[in-house]
């Protein structure tokens, strides 16, 4: 047989042993590189969804503070609104709401403020911003001019103002992932609801009584 034949074969076993050896190599490889590239893409996609939880988490932070805030600012307008109605009103069915709302709004007031401290939400000063403020110079102008006139505004400006109040508490109670925050809101909507059916009656009464004068 000749040398050079004998020699070629029996390198080829050698050549295809290398030959396997490099595929099993390049398969190990391309397998690492895939497994990298899921790793990477799954710690890429858990990136985003901490990123989102985080954003959600602040979002949820901002909607309290704003219910906090303008919770006190109302309340705040409502005890003001309603030390001119004990003062100045004529009806002693709305100079005892005044006392009332006064009384009610006072306590809750507190409340809040303590739930405040406690969350780090600095609240509003305790003066009237611009809107409370015209609308408190208007039922003075008004209580000038006619108790009765007044009586009926303030009650009107009562019932527009618990209108809001119960809808805002609601949707916070259903809303907010803080469970003192819910919880709060929750027991503070009875007495906010009771106020509401009873400024609603109050005016229905002014306006019926009113009427019979005419």
């Known amino acids: 047989m000749n040398e050079s034949f004998t020699g070629e074969t029996e390198r080829e076993p050698e050549k295809e042993g290398v030959m ?14 895939m497994l990298a590239s899921g790793s990477s893409l799954l ?8 990123e989102n939880v985080e954003k959600a988490i602040l979002a949820d932070k901002d909607k309290d ?12 307008a409502e005890v003001e609104l309603s030390q001119l109605a004990a003062e100045r009103g004529t009806d002693k069915d709305v100079v005892q709401l005044g006392q009332k709302m006064i009384q009610d709004h ?17 609240l509003p000063k305790d003066e009237l911003d611009a809107k409370g403020q015209a609308t408190k110079d208007r039922l003075v102008q008004t209580a000038e001019r006619s108790g009765i006139a007044f009586d009926r505004e303030y009650v009107r400006k009562m019932v527009a103002d618990h209108e809001m109040t119960v809808a805002m508490f609601e949707r ?12 709060w809101a929750l027991r ?27």
Not at 43 to 50: E, F, K, P, T
Not at 65 to 76: D, H
């Open 20 to 33: 396997r050896k490099a595929n099993v190599v390049n398969v190990l490889l391309l397998t690492a590189g």
């Open 43 to 50: 710690i890429s996609r858990q990136a985003m969804a901490n």
């Open 65 to 76: 503070k704003q219910f906090i805030t303008q919770a006190a600012r109302g309340g705040k």
């Open 106 to 122: 006072g306590l809750i007031g507190d409340e809040l403020k303590r739930l405040a401290e406690r969350k780090g939400i600095a």
């Open 172 to 183: 916070e109670a259903r809303n907010t992932r803080d469970p003192e925050i819910r919880d």
């Open 188 to 214: 503070t909507l009875p007495t906010l609801r009771d106020h509401l059916q009873h400024v609603h009656d109050l005016d229905d009464d002014l306006r019926k009584r009113q009427t019979a004068k005419r």
